[in-house]
Structures are given as structure tokens and as C-alpha cells.
């Protein structure tokens, strides 16, 4: 078992989604992206402040006591029944009405998205994301060997009368028309953008002409800084269309690895037996205490006033610093900020020159299923504390300057 290929020799053995997708980097490889003494606008993680050790320690402790023996039994105690409610009452609060037969748990907003792929794609099935997008899921869905069609966005979101007149067309000519479309409607990652209220109505008769499903990826619509909230897809579903996914992870931590599911009963029903016997059950315990103990809404508050506060300094600084001929999204909430670099800019040749002038970002090919976006970085505000937002763009606009042709940096 040592060949040359690279395999080690096991490449016969791998299942074919495997071998195809091998050449490819692990997930997780862009946290490779860092410098000693870059700040990381890299990651989209909670500032270390948001994240809740004490209540989560003593969520467990009470988990512990409570449920005695069985908090770390197979099935868990009544912490762990509980977290269905706890989930229900949360989707509930986004005004998507829902039952427990409606629920299905997860580890994590991820590995929902996994079980999803696993339930409705087989290979060379056609799946439609927004171009750009979330790199896990991309990565999650190759994964099942499906054709991924990717569609514009623009600043209302995806740009829902180009989907339409493709769908249109692949019907005319009789080619695959997608079984799901992915979609990340609320502060989109990467881009930072929300999907239109009427966006949404006619993606739903879209999904209903088409009869395909719409997976809704929603892990920020509670981080809203400004603006009004529009409708959660699942809340205008009127016909089942909607697989809606979320998580806990940025409203309580990535760190306890706890999502769920919406969809109509027929669905989770399904999704629960695809994905028996993977619950983490002292997690889930300890989210349904912690949600019990605190004041979910307050402490929502109290982060929306942190991120705030980085999302101004990021974009206060953008303004400020930046060379002309570079434009940016101007998120609502979220963790993300979407550059296009003047013409002529590589966001993936300009890394090296941004990491020693002092700022590390995610180019924009890291968030299309085929490799374009070269112009583009995604910057997350999610992090770093304002202070070091404020220095991490000064040195973005110092690297984009200094690669900019002369002529062009010149004039600024
Ligand atoms: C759009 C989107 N979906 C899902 C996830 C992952 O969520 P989880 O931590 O629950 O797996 C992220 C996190 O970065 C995300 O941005």
C-alpha cells in the first residue's frame, strides 16, 4: 500500500465520489490562511467574548445532576427530549410555524446539510446554488457526485429572473432540471447579502413550477444590525417546498455542534431514519437547559451590539482607506463583507503582499463550485476586535495599492 499516485495505493478502494474529488483540498485547509502577525479577517468565528463558557458550564453541570445516569446514556435524560421543544420555540420565535413532527436535530447546521445531500442526491442529480457561495456545502455536495449549477447574485440576493429563464430554458430543451436549490437567504456567506421579500414569494412558485425543493440555510437571520427582517422562506411555504436548516452555532456556539431541521413531516421522517443513532446527547441537554436558563432574546441583543460595532468599524475603514475602483456589500447583519478589488487585482496572488502588510482573507475562488471569483475576497468582521478591523483594512488598502498598475495607483 504505497504507490506513487499519491493514494497510497487504497485509491481502488475509495468510492468513486472519493476518488473523483481527491485532488481537491480538505476542508478546513483555509485555516491554513494565517501569518504571525496578520489579523485573521479570514474566519467566520464568534469573537472570543460571545461565546458563553460559564452558562454552558453550568448548563452541563445542571444536565449532570438532573438527569443523573441517564445524561450519558445512549438515549439521554429529559434534557435531551427536550431539545425538540427548545427548537420548536425558536423557530417558532422567527414566525415559521412548526410541530415537533417538523423537527429534525443535528450536529450542526453542516452535517444537516450532509444528511439533506444524502437524502435527496444521486449522482448526476442536478443541485442549484448561488455562484458565489458557502464553500462546506459545496464541498458536502461534491461529495454526492451531483451536477452543481451555479446562478448570480446580486444586491437583493440571488437573481431570481436569471434562475427563472434558465429553468425555463432547461425545460424547452428538455435537460435536467434541479431536484433542490441551495440558498442562504438571510446575510449571505459569502457575500453578505438578503434575498428580497419578492425574491422569496417567487422562488416558492418557482419550486412549485419546477417541483424542485428549496433548502434554506439560514445560520445568521437573527444577527440583523439594521433593517427590517424579511419573512424566513419556511414561513411563506404554503406547499412544502422549504427544508429549512439552522443552527446554534452563532447564537449559542460553533463549539456544541447543535442544528436542526424544518420540513414537512414526510421529510424528517425520512431524514430521522437516514440519520439514526448520531445524537450528541449530553449536547443536547445542555443546549435545552442553557436555553431554559438564559433570556435567548436579550442575549441575542447583546451580540447583534458586538458584531455591530466591528461591522461599522469594517466598513467605516473601508470608505476611508480604500483605493477607488474598489466596492464592497454592505451587509445588514451577518459576519461577512464581499470585495471586488479594482481591475486587475488576483485576491489569491495579492494574499502573500496582504498577510506582511498585515491582514489575512478568504480569496473569492475559495466560494464558487467552479473556481471563478479571482477578483473577489470575502472579509469576515465576525472576529477581530474593532481596533484590529480598523488596522487589518488599513494594510488590505496598503497591499491593494501597492498592486495596483502604477498608473492606477497613482491617481488615488
Ligand atoms: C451558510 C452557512 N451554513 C452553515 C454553516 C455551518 O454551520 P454549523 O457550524 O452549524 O455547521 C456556516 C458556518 O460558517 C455557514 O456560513
Known amino acids: 500500500m504505497n504507490e506513487s499516485d499519491g493514494s497510497d495505493g487504497?485509491?481502488?478502494?475509495?468510492?468513486?465520489?472519493?476518488?473523483?474529488?481527491?485532488?481537491?483540498?480538505?476542508?478546513?485547509?483555509?485555516?491554513?490562511?494565517?501569518?504571525?502577525?496578520?489579523?485573521s479577517l479570514a474566519f467566520g468565528f464568534p469573537y472570543p467574548d460571545a461565546l458563553p463558557n460559564g452558562a454552558v458550564g453550568d448548563a452541563v453541570d445542571t444536565v449532570l445532576e438532573v438527569d443523573h445516569e441517564d445524561a450519558l446514556q445512549y438515549a439521554g435524560g429529559d434534557y435531551a427530549d427536550a431539545i425538540t421543544e427548545t427548537v420548536v420555540e425558536r423557530t417558532r420565535a422567527r414566525g415559521i410555524d412548526c410541530s415537533?413532527?417538523?423537527?429534525?436535530?443535528?450536529?450542526g447546521a453542516t452535517h444537516a446539510l450532509d444528511t439533506v445531500a444524502q437524502t435527496f442526491l444521486d449522482p448526476g442529480d442536478t443541485i442549484a446554488v448561488e455562484a458565489p457561495t458557502f464553500m462546506g456545502a459545496i464541498r458536502l455536495f461534491r461529495n454526492y457526485d451531483p451536477d452543481i449549477e451555479g446562478y448570480a447574485m446580486d444586491a437583493n440576493g440571488l437573481d431570481v429572473d436569471a434562475f427563472a429563464d434558465d429553468l425555463a430554458a432547461r425545460e424547452e430543451a428538455g435537460d435536467p432540471l434541479p431536484k433542490l436549490l441551495y440558498t442562504i437567504p438571510d446575510f449571505q456567506n459569502p457575500t453578505g447579502v438578503t434575498l428580497s421579500t419578492e425574491r422569496r414569494e417567487r422562488l416558492l412558485e418557482l419550486a412549485e413550477t419546477y417541483d424542485f425543493l428549496i433548502?434554506?440555510?439560514?445560520?445568521?437571520?437573527?444577527?440583523?444590525?439594521?433593517?427590517?427582517?424579511?419573512?424566513?422562506?419556511?414561513s411563506l411555504d404554503e406547499d412544502g417546498r422549504v427544508i429549512r436548516v439552522d443552527t446554534f452555532s452563532k447564537t449559542i456556539a460553533p463549539g456544541i455542534r447543535t442544528g436542526w431541521i424544518v420540513a414537512d413531516e414526510a421529510i424528517i421522517r425520512e431524514l430521522d431514519r437516514i440519520n439514526a443513532g448520531g445524537e450528541n446527547v449530553l449536547t443536547l441537554g445542555l443546549v435545552a437547559r442553557y436555553c431554559e436558563a438564559i433570556d435567548f432574546e436579550a442575549n441575542l441583543e447583546e451580540l447583534c451590539a458586538g458584531y455591530r460595532e466591528r461591522r461599522d468599524r469594517m466598513l467605516e475603514t473601508l470608505e476611508e482607506r480604500m483605493p477607488s475602483g474598489t466596492n464592497w456589500s454592505e451587509p445588514e447583519g451577518g459576519f461577512f463583507v464581499w470585495i471586488d478589488f479594482p481591475e486587475g487585482i488576483d485576491a489569491e496572488e495579492l494574499l502573500p503582499t496582504a498577510a506582511d502588510e498585515g491582514v489575512t482573507y478568504l480569496p473569492g475562488s475559495y466560494f464558487y463550485h467552479d473556481g471563478r471569483g479571482d477578483g473577489h475576497a470575502r472579509i469576515s468582521f465576525s472576529y477581530a476586535a474593532p481596533d484590529e478591523i480598523e488596522e487589518a483594512i488599513a494594510a488590505l488598502a496598503r497591499a491593494t495599492r501597492a498592486e495596483l498598475?502604477?498608473?492606477?495607483?497613482?491617481d488615488d
Do not use: C, K
Open 215 to 234: 433548502v434554506e440555510d439560514d445560520p445568521y437571520g437573527q444577527l440583523r444590525y439594521e433593517g427590517s427582517t424579511p419573512p424566513p422562506l419556511r
Open 100 to 107: 415537533a413532527e417538523e423537527v429534525h436535530v443535528a450536529n
Open 10 to 39: 487504497y485509491a481502488h478502494l475509495f468510492a468513486d465520489p472519493v476518488r473523483e474529488t481527491m485532488e481537491g483540498a480538505a476542508y478546513g485547509t483555509w485555516r491554513a490562511i494565517t501569518a504571525p502577525d496578520a489579523v
Open 405 to 410: 498598475p502604477a498608473a492606477e495607483a497613482a
